[in-house]
């Protein structure tokens, strides 16, 4: 899940980089074959059950060993994912990320930041390439930390951000030459960048023309307060 700054300002981590060979990029190498030979051996194990016989123990006991490794890489990117929008929330008081749809497809997110706290307007996109699952927690974690340290989460439509020119506003549906680069086909304009900085500063874009939707900071509120409560009645 790497996170994209419009003021360039990039979060990545080597882990997130998931390959058909790195299935599960938060494990070591070693983890990594142990986890492969493991749901080989499940497999094989398997392989021998009649239909409606009973999983076996030592089948069981894989399955369970194969959970322990899974938990234990999602643990360390949900870690990552603490420091990262730690770092964030503290850095800038509002962040502005896409509103995406809900798909069960690996969508890009992006979104913006400003920080109140200076006079000269210090304004931040925001970007994620991330499972839907991973964004949805980002995004919670942004919110209510946000919260914590005085600013706001705002969202905006994420409609063709990636299409769109941030240096001269030209749109235009081929404008993605790949995943990773965005090149303008406005011959006056020519840009080339990171698609995902592009999109990012295209979503601080949207949010300085007051297309800022929900600001979603009253729902974190009460989570504070909430989480105060018990604190003080003790
Ligand atoms: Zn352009």
Redesign the pocket.
């Known amino acids: 899940m790497p996170l994209a700054l419009s003021d360039g300002n990039h979060h990545t981590h080597e882990r997130w980089k998931a390959t058909k060979d790195k299935p599960n990029a938060w494990l070591t190498d070693k983890e990594q074959a142990a986890l492969l030979a493991l749901e080989r051996r499940a497999a094989h194990r398997k392989s021998f059950r009649k239909p409606g016989e009973r999983t076996s123990r030592r089948l069981r006991a894989t399955y369970g060993q194969i959970a322990r490794l899974r938990a234990r890489a999602k643990r360390r990117a949900i870690d990552w994912q603490h420091q990262t929008t730690t770092e964030i929330a503290r850095t800038y008081g509002v962040i502005v990320v896409e509103d995406l749809p809900i798909t069960n497809m690996t969508k890009s997110a992006k979104g913006t930041v400003e920080n109140p706290g200076t006079n000269v307007a210090q304004k931040t996109g925001l970007n994620h390439s991330i499972s839907q699952e991973a964004r949805g927690r980002t995004v919670t974690m942004l919110t209510y930390k946000v919260a914590r340290y005085g600013g706001a989460l705002y969202k905006v439509a994420a409609a063709g951000t990636s299409l769109r020119?941030s240096?001269?506003?030209?749109t235009t549906p081929s404008g993605r030459e790949s995943q990773a680069v965005f090149v303008?086909k406005?011959p006056g304009?020519?840009?080339s960048g990171n698609a995902d900085h592009n999109a990012a500063r295209n979503t601080l874009h949207l949010y300085r023309m007051g297309l800022a939707l929900v600001p979603a900071a009253g729902r974190a509120v009460v989570r504070r307060a909430r989480r105060v409560k018990p604190a003080t009645a003790r």
Do not use: I
């Open positions: 020119c240096a001269c506003g030209f303008c406005n304009c020519g840009w």
